[in-house]
């Protein structure tokens, strides 16, 4: 499933959300996340998106585990799935090719019964 995010304000489409590769037997999911204009990066939009797809993949496709890979250079989605959530799991030791090297990828996960703590947070807060 790919969706499109937008800018309420005007439309604008800014990146993507994928929700992807469902294991149904063991209720576990990917949900990628791309801001492909730079112009609006740390804006929150990205924590938006994942809050709004990790709500669907947990109480609408009932999965019980939402996991993440970030290569180690990207120290702003690290930051941002711990602020989503989820928790590392371990270390992909020189799993990626990018830019001439090879680099470690960050294993993270969210459990659904973290994500019910966290998103009745981010709903006080922000009101969703």
Same mark, same amino acid.
């Given at each position: #499933? *790919?969706?499109?995010i937008? $800018? ?7 990146? =993507? $959300? ?17 801001? %492909?204009?730079k112009?609006?990066?740390?804006? @929150? !939009?990205? =924590? ?10 947990? +109480?609408?496709?009932? #999965?019980?585990?939402?996991?993440? =890979?970030?290569?180690? =250079?990207?120290?702003?989605? $690290? ?5 989503? %959530? +989820?928790k590392?799991?371990? /270390? ?6 990018k830019? %001439? ?5 960050i ?9 019910? /703590? *966290? !998103?009745a947070? !981010?709903i006080?807060?922000? @009101?969703?």
């Open positions: #499933m *790919v969706l499109g937008c $800018v309420k304000e005007n439309n604008k489409l800014i990146g =993507t $959300v994928n929700i992807q590769e469902f294991d149904w037997i063991n209720r576990s999911c990917h949900v990628p996340i791309l801001i %492909g204009d112009e609006e990066w740390s804006k @929150g !939009y990205a =924590t938006e998106a994942r809050m709004l797809a990790l709500r669907f993949a947990f +109480y609408e496709r009932g #999965m019980k585990r939402v996991w993440a =890979t970030i290569i180690d =250079t990207n120290i702003p989605s $690290v930051k941002m799935h711990e602020k989503c %959530g +989820y590392q799991e371990g /270390v992909m030791r020189q799993s990626i090719f830019d %001439g090297a090879f680099h470690d990828q294993l993270m996960s969210i459990l659904k019964e973290e994500f019910d /703590v *966290v !998103y947070e !981010y006080k807060k922000f @009101g969703l």
